[in-house]
């Protein structure tokens, strides 16, 4: 299902003639050149969406590590350290703590350094924004079966 916040980062990232190599390096999107801006639209409109969907639907991230070919992240300090790449030379990286003793759960979503190279602020955003609408769409689906 390609949808409309996709589509755009897509054809941005194809169209970049040239892709930096994945650094290991990882970043908030803040701190992603250009990424101030939005930073705290980005931890509304993504990290806390989806923080909230992993709480409400146990095993969700699990599922969505299965389904998009996620790798675990090594020596991530995380109850879930999930790497995704939606598009070549794009890591993402998920790292959800659960509640424990009182403390509500934590999710953030990292980049790889290279990732502030390979695909402009407001597209880098946009496809963030897509995946998370998309898992949330997966969730249902999940909650359904």
Same mark, same amino acid.
């Given at each position: 299902h390609l949808i409309p916040w996709v589509k755009a980062p897509l054809l941005?990232?194809?169209a970049n003639p040239q892709h930096q190599a994945v650094t290991g390096r990882w970043l908030n999107f803040r701190d992603l050149p250009g990424g101030m801006e939005r930073g705290n639209l980005f931890a509304s409109r993504c990290e806390k969406l989806l923080q909230n969907l992993a !709480?409400?639907?146990p095993? *969700?991230?699990h599922d969505l590590a299965d389904l998009f070919m996620?790798?675990?992240a090594a020596d991530i300090d995380? !109850?879930?350290a999930l790497? *995704?790449?939606p598009l070549p030379h794009f890591p993402l990286l998920i790292c959800w703590q659960a509640p424990e003793d009182g403390l509500d759960s934590s999710l953030t979503m990292l980049f790889d350094a290279?990732?502030?190279l390979n695909l402009p602020p407001n597209m880098a955003f946009s496809l963030s924004v897509g995946l998370v609408q998309m898992f949330s769409h997966i969730a249902k689906?999940?909650?359904c079966g």
């Open positions: 941005a990232y194809i !709480d409400q639907h095993g *969700l991230l996620g790798q675990p995380a !109850d879930l790497v *995704l790449h290279c990732c502030g689906q999940h909650s």
